[in-house]
């Protein structure tokens, strides 16, 4: 009976004495995007973007159906959100043109539900001064996300970035920042990867720390300080690489990040990337996809529960109140931009049957911009009576050809739609628009810089691929590097080509044309190149030329000082030259961009006398070195036999 008594009691104190159970999992969703470089619209074409209605047009994004995709996926969880963005929201569009006076980008994130974005390469192309502007802007006419970049390096001395830091030192832009979401603490810090450092040059005097030493700092500050339950990390560095990209290293090398929102590299990655406990994300680009991901978080840890990507597109009603907003915006660029060019948003500039699209060969739209680079300057500034004011050769970079030029419903090339294609820049004149310039280089310079796209390109990615106008050139990939290109031709006033003498004997002086950020990269690609692709600008009369900026091309010689020429417009006025062959008041494009014609042609072999024909030394140093290891190698054989024989003949005396 005691014994009974004993196990009754046992059991009551059991039940009746609390025992603290296992905390249980808190639920968490980000909702994320990345690198929408102002592409408020759907596209392509803008023309075709119908965000009132749904299941009439083949475009993709647009910030009225991500705001519809953000609102949505908040009404179907009970749990707190949080919609990050990974950087590069400016850059890309009409809109950009008035950022700085304006702030539209970031007000029109919050405005949509953004909590948190970083600043991407794409955010300094209006230098630190112009980025100021933009920030103020956005403060003063609406607000904007939070914006946290941890690695930037301001100057001492050079006071060019001094408004920016100021903005810094006022907490506009943090270091880090931790929120809090009932209950769950999340720290957020944000970077600029090296690859996306180095695409931007206009950020002087700023530079930018080690990607893991400063994450490293970020890590122990909000684990231990701030005693944060979820580690973020917006990291514009990107997934370029695969698994060995900037962002898997870094979550292998940094433990403590939850999870990276990648951005920079425009990744379509369809599930996250696991590197040991970090989940890494990136929703492709330009506002194409929206990622949701959903993580618990529990005294275990972080682990992900579901993800999904959204895809923006036509089955998506855009939000009404945004996209009124937006076109209240179109409003401003067409009479602070457009009006005085006789331009309008959406007025048709051409129209074409055919696509013109980007990828890493020739194409036609990069004919078609290169052409027009040399047109433009030669219709203001080459004389018939001065055969070296002519320009032979202009370039243009992938990575400033932004957006293809789509057929779409209506065929007809909108405003809009060309100036996205080829968007980007801002001048010493402090205006909107990469400037023209224009030098001379000696042949040989002229292949080193055609050997960026045969040996540079594959190694730094698609962006450093050149398309060209003015010369054609073939190029086999099986030889040597810095010395693949194997044939140059190169055109007369007449159409006609013939072959470019790229001897160092040869030393006339021929007129190249580009923006001044490509200008900027041919200048100083020896560096990437450890000397071997040296290319030095020169005046006509052979002189190198340190400030490329002296060498802009002068819009209006009538007026005083120097009106910069601006690539983008040049561009819309060579649809001017094509002929209106239908009568309908819009010209077409002609048919020879229907095709690529031979610019740049991949020719492999494997033939030896193909891999060593009018070799440079980098060539024939590498035949030396071969030589000499197959020298030493049958030496080491004839030595090896001759041993083998002497203990061989040695062994039969003995018997």
């Known amino acids: ?49 119908t965000p009132s209605k749904t299941g009439d047009d083949q475009t993709m994004g647009g910030w009225a159906r991500i705001a519809t995709v953000i609102k949505s996926e908040k009404e179907k969880r009970q749990n707190p959100t949080l919609v990050l963005d990974a950087g590069d929201f400016l850059m890309g569009s009409l809109f950009h043109m008035v950022s700085r006076e304006e702030g539209l980008e970031l007000r029109l994130m919050k405005e949509m539900g953004y909590d948190v974005t970083t600043l991407g390469n794409h955010e300094f192309d209006l230098r630190p001064a112009g980025l100021a502007r933009v920030l103020n802007s956005a403060a003063a006419k609406g607000g904007m996300p939070l914006l946290v970049s941890s690695n930037l390096i301001f100057s001492k001395d050079d006071q060019r970035d001094d408004s920016l830091q100021e903005l810094f030192d006022q907490g ?11 209950g769950i603490r999340i720290g957020l810090f944000g970077l600029l990867g ?8 206009f950020a002087a005097p700023v530079k930018f720390r080690d990607i893991f030493d400063v994450s490293r700092q970020m890590v122990n500050l909000l684990k231990e300080k701030e005693k944060v339950d979820l580690v973020v990390c917006l990291s514009h560095s990107g997934l370029e690489g695969g ?73 998506i009603m855009g939000d009404p109140g945004i996209n009124r907003r937006i076109e209240s915006y179109i409003d401003i660029i067409n009479q602070k931009v457009l009006a005085e060019l006789d331009l309008s948003f959406y007025k048709p500039v051409a129209e074409t049957d055919f696509d013109l699209t980007i990828e890493t060969n020739e194409t036609n739209l990069g004919n078609m911009i290169a052409d027009s680079i040399r047109w433009y300057i030669d219709h203001l500034d080459y004389n018939p009576n001065d055969p070296l004011s002519k320009v032979r050769v202009a370039v243009q970079s992938n990575g400033l050809i932004r957006s293809p030029v789509l057929v779409g419903k209506t065929g007809l090339v909108a405003v809009c739609d060309l100036f996205r294609s080829n968007p980007l820049g ?33 190694k730094k990615g698609d962006d450093y691929f050149i398309q060209v106008s003015g010369i054609r050139c073939k190029y086999n990939p099986y030889r040597m590097p810095f010395d693949r ?18 001897s160092s004997s040869n030393k006339t002086l021929y007129k190249v044309a580009a923006n001044i950020y490509n200008a900027t990269f041919l200048k100083i690609i020896g560096g990437f190149t450890w000397n071997i692709l040296n290319i030095v600008p020169k005046d006509r009369n052979g002189r190198p030329i340190t400030d490329l900026g002296t060498v802009r091309v002068d819009a209006d010689k009538e007026k005083q000082g120097l009106q910069e020429l601006k690539e983008w417009k040049g561009l819309m006025k060579f649809m001017g030259t094509f002929k209106d062959t239908d009568g309908d008041g819009v010209p077409e494009i002609p048919p020879r961009y229907r095709n690529k014609q031979g610019r740049i042609v991949k020719a492999p072999s494997m033939n030896p006398i193909a891999l060593v024909s009018g070799g440079n030394y980098v060539t024939w140093l590498a035949v030396g070195a071969v030589v000499c290891v197959l020298a030493v190698l049958v030496f080491i054989a004839w030595f090896t036999v001759k041993m083998i024989r002497r203990v061989l003949g040695s062994g039969r005396n003995h018997a």
């Open 172 to 182: 506009v832009v943090k270091k880090y920042a931790v929120l809090e979401r009932e």
């Open 426 to 458: 801002i001048g010493w004149d402090d205006t909107m628009g990469y400037p023209l310039i224009t030098f001379y280089v000696y042949a040989a310079e002229i292949k080193k810089a055609l050997e960026i796209l045969t040996t540079v390109a594959p």
């Open 485 to 502: 290109v194997t044939d140059i031709q190169i055109e007369d006033e007449h159409g006609n080509y013939s072959t470019l003498d790229c």
């Open 1 to 49: 009976m005691r014994l009974i008594k004993t196990f009754l009691l046992l059991i009551l104190a059991l039940v009746l004495i609390p025992v603290p159970l296992p905390a249980s999992e808190k639920v968490l969703s980000i909702i994320h995007t990345n690198d929408l470089h102002s592409r408020l619209l759907g596209h392509c074409p803008n023309l075709d973007y």
């Open 194 to 201: 090296k690859d996306g450092a180095e695409k931007a040059p």
């Open 243 to 315: 698994m060995k990209s900037e962002d898997v290293t870094l979550a292998g090398e940094v433990p403590g990040i939850d999870i990276i929102i990648s951005g920079h590299s425009h990744t379509r990655l369809l599930k996250p990337i696991m590197v040991n406990n970090t989940i890494i994300v990136q929703a492709w680009a330009y506002g194409k996809h929206v990622g949701v991901l959903d993580l618990a978080i529990g005294p275990e840890g972080v682990r992900m529960k579901d993800y999904k990507i959204v895809e923006v597109d036509d089955r």
